[in-house]
């Protein structure tokens, strides 16, 4: 979904195993979809990649630590990188797993 609004609307009705999330988009910024997504207990564990090619502050890492499982800089991107992260994130999910909650 290119508008943010559109992928929160995808990300209630579909609860994906993983959202990819760009921090620039049109309507919301990316933090206002990761702050609508963790404020619902729908989406809350869903795990979410941040893939961007915005220069972050101190400020916005220190925002997006804890909420989103990993940042990724479009600047610096592996596709072999992209890989693993997606899925380690998956992996955090899978039922049956041994480091389970």
Not at 18 to 46: H, K, N, Q, S, W
Not at 47 to 53: K, M, R, W
């Amino acid at each position: 979904a290119t508008p943010g609004g559109d992928g929160v609307a995808l990300a209630l009705a579909q609860q994906p195993d993983l959202i990819v999330l760009d921090l620039l988009m049109p309507d919301l910024t990316g933090f206002v979809v990761m702050d609508i997504l963790r404020g619902d207990p729908a989406t809350r564990e869903i795990p979410i990649l941040i893939l961007t090619g915005h220069d972050l502050t101190q400020a916005e890492r220190e925002t997006l630590q804890g909420a989103a499982q990993k940042v990724l800089e479009k600047s610096y991107f592996d596709t072999a990188d992209f890989i693993a992260q997606v899925e380690r994130a998956v992996g955090v999910r899978m039922p049956g797993r041994a480091d389970e909650r």
